[in-house]
């Protein structure tokens, strides 16, 4: 019995440098995240707030015709709108458009989830496994080395719950900018094909 208790002593205490490792990978990550979360913030602004104008005060087809005055022509739903203004009279192409945004809209929120998940759960791992030594050491009298490891615990503790909170406050609004976003595209396809219907009538 002690044996295979050693042996996973050994096999957890192994596993700190790894994990130590993989939360400052992904505390970079996060870091990063936010950057492109500012930049894709400002351009967003910016092209949501015209295309909302343009639909309150003008027709769908207005709104495809004038898409090359945007400068933010990087954004998503500029890219797919372009797509639509390309494929208008391909009802098949269309719904691919829309279902092709879905798609693209999961993996653009897939590194917010990821760090959502893999923070707490290697900030996790981070705090218990140091506890082991730390326990050796308080039995033992070693008291710099039960300091050491607790001040490891605690730290990657807080570096998981960052990491976690920058994916949860990315993934909460970026979902909801996609939601908008996938709104407008509908939107515009079904007058378009209301239009085709009707013209065809």
Known sequence: MNQITNILYWLTTGLQIPV?????????QSLFLIGGFYGLYLSRNKVNVKLHRQLDDTTVREVLETLSTYKEKQTLIIDYLLRVKRYHKNPLMLDKIVGDYEIQS??????????VKIGPMLGLMGTLIPMGPALVGLATGDVSSMATNMQVAFSTTVVGIVIGAVGFITLQVKQR???DDMNILEFIVESIKKDKDETQA
């Open 20 to 28: 130590i490792l993989f939360l400052l990978l992904f505390f970079l």
């Open 177 to 179: 900018w996609l939601a």
């Open 106 to 115: 999961d993996k653009e929120l897939s590194k917010s989830k990821l760090l």
